[in-house]
């Protein structure tokens, strides 16, 4: 394998140089952005000497896709963000178009092991294909391997694809044993998922499918995790041209398959399935262990759909969303922001069960720095719809309307302040239980993230909004009681 060590070193250099000029003000307060140019999927996410390492998809000259690498970056709460040297680079044989997305693992050693997609370019005759690859270093500098790619086509059993094959996540057992996850196009079966085992990390061998779309749910699988949590197994996959079907909206998704998993056998028996996010900009999450035990996840905060046409408003273009803490309820994945957004807290502000009808301001209630909740406390009440409005301005606003009698939430950000022609709303289950609804928003900047009774289901969706926009309104069609607790971000 033949290695280029001159495109690294040229965007580390240009990363030094793009530092200097740019303002953190502009940023968002707690989600992750690039240091410059484009920003996707999280990759690498994990705990290593002390800190998050975050890594990303990453074209640093442009605010466009283009070429892939990684960036880097590390945090101690997972809010501060301090930006490292690009990992890597496309600079082989094995990975000159692109590397692609992948996961890391520390090592016994004190190494930190990344696995990732190397995409070979189409030539004379062939198609672009892609393959795993892996790059050993100190946590600040890889050495790819010389064997690359560690995982060809030729690992798999037939019907497998060469050409849609990608996003290994890696973990080590007790004992020591690496086992991945990868995704592949079956030519049966559609999106499918693979698991595949190895003693070092560098020889692996094919242990089985552990779940597959079968034209179910979208036709390509993306960016696989697998994890236990709660007693069950959780596996998450990100479809693509999936069809609209029960909680799932159509296009790109997240979904979580929720079952037992039979290590031995390498069996995975799904039980059930449900959405990860129902939000409008929410894709390719990765999860991670934290020392104290939590799995933690982080998603990259936007849509595939939309952001080619998206508007470039920074020298730097996408966002990470919170990390999450997830946790099993009732048989179902739910989701918080890290309890670490507590120590940002500022200025708490209380309204314990007021009585709302016509649209209403609350006494230090507003911003676009905060994490808001409030509960709908419905009994002896006729009110069939509550509506909260953010972002306000005499313009626009970004409504959240709660229907009571359907058990129904509407998100909806098409007052938000864009005349693009895409999806501006979405419709999730929101049902009152024992006798209260509870919502809770991050507002950070230009995005939203809500977590609906407790986290059961999560909404994520930038927003275009004007930072000027900062009213908060709450509105009802009969009287209300609710309870509200604002706490402000710095």
Request: aromatic share 10%; proline share 6%.
């Amino acid at each position: 394998m033949s290695i280029n060590p001159k495109p690294l070193e040229r965007v580390r250099e240009f990363e030094r140089e793009q530092a200097m000029r740019l303002s953190a003000g502009e940023r968002p307060l707690f989600h992750l952005t690039p240091l410059v140019g484009w920003m996707n999927d999280p990759n690498g996410f994990c705990f290593y000497q002390g800190q998050f390492h975050l890594f990303y998809q990453y074209h640093p000259f442009s605010r466009q896709w283009g070429p892939m690498h990684w960036g880097h970056a590390v945090s101690a709460d997972l809010l501060h963000w301090t930006y490292m040297p690009c990992a890597l680079a496309p600079d082989t044989d094995a990975d000159a178009g692109g590397c692609f997305s992948g996961s890391a693992v520390p090592l016994p050693d004190g190494r930190l092991m990344l696995a990732y997609t190397g995409v070979q370019p189409a030539g004379t005759f062939r198609r672009e294909t892609q393959a795993q690859c892996v790059a050993v270093g100190n946590g600040t500098d890889f050495e790819k391997s010389l064997l690359n790619p560690v995982i060809r086509h030729a690992h798999l059993p037939v019907g497998y694809s060469e050409f849609d094959f990608r996003d290994p996540k890696i973990w080590r057992e007790e004992d020591g044993t690496f086992r991945m996850v990868v995704a592949n196009r079956h030519a049966e079966r559609q999106g499918a998922i693979l698991l595949l085992s190895s003693r070092d990390g560098l020889d692996w061998e094919f242990r089985g499918e552990l779940d597959a779309s079968r034209g179910e749910y979208g036709k390509m699988w993306e960016c696989p995790d697998f994890f236990p949590l709660g007693g069950k197994q959780v596996l998450i996959v990100s479809p693509q041209q999936m069809h609209a079907r029960e909680e799932f909206h159509a296009g790109y998704g997240t979904v979580a398959l929720i079952g037992r998993f039979d290590g031995k056998n390498c069996e995975f028996t799904r039980e059930s399935v449900q959405p990860v996010d129902h939000g409008l900009t929410f894709y390719a999450p990765q999860t991670t262990l934290a020392p104290d035990g939590r799995r933690i996840m982080i998603g990259w905060m936007d849509s595939w759909e939309t952001c080619k046409e998206a508007p470039r408003r920074h020298p730097w273009y996408a966002q990470m969303s919170v990390p999450r803490e997830l946790f099993l309820e009732n048989g179902r994945l739910c989701q918080r922001p890290v309890r670490e957004i507590e120590r940002l807290w500022q200025d708490t502000v209380r309204h314990d069960r007021v009585t709302v009808q016509e649209e209403t301001e609350l006494e230090g209630v507003r911003g676009r720095l905060m994490d808001l909740s409030v509960t709908l406390l419905p009994e002896g009440s006729a009110c069939r719809r509550f509506t909260l409005r953010v972002a306000k301005n005499a313009e626009h606003y970004i409504q959240i309307r709660c229907d009571l009698a359907r058990g129904e939430l509407v998100f909806d950000r098409s007052r938000g302040g864009s005349l693009r022609d895409i999806a501006h709303t979405r419709h999730v289950r929101a049902e009152v239980r024992e006798g209260k609804l509870t919502l809770r928003l991050l507002m950070d900047k230009e995005s939203i993230e809500l977590f609906i009774n407790g986290g059961e289901r999560v909404v994520t969706s930038l927003i275009p909004t004007p930072l000027s926009a900062d009213g908060i309104t709450f509105a009802a069609d009969a009287p209300i009681r609710v309870s509200v607790e604002a706490h402000p971000l710095g």
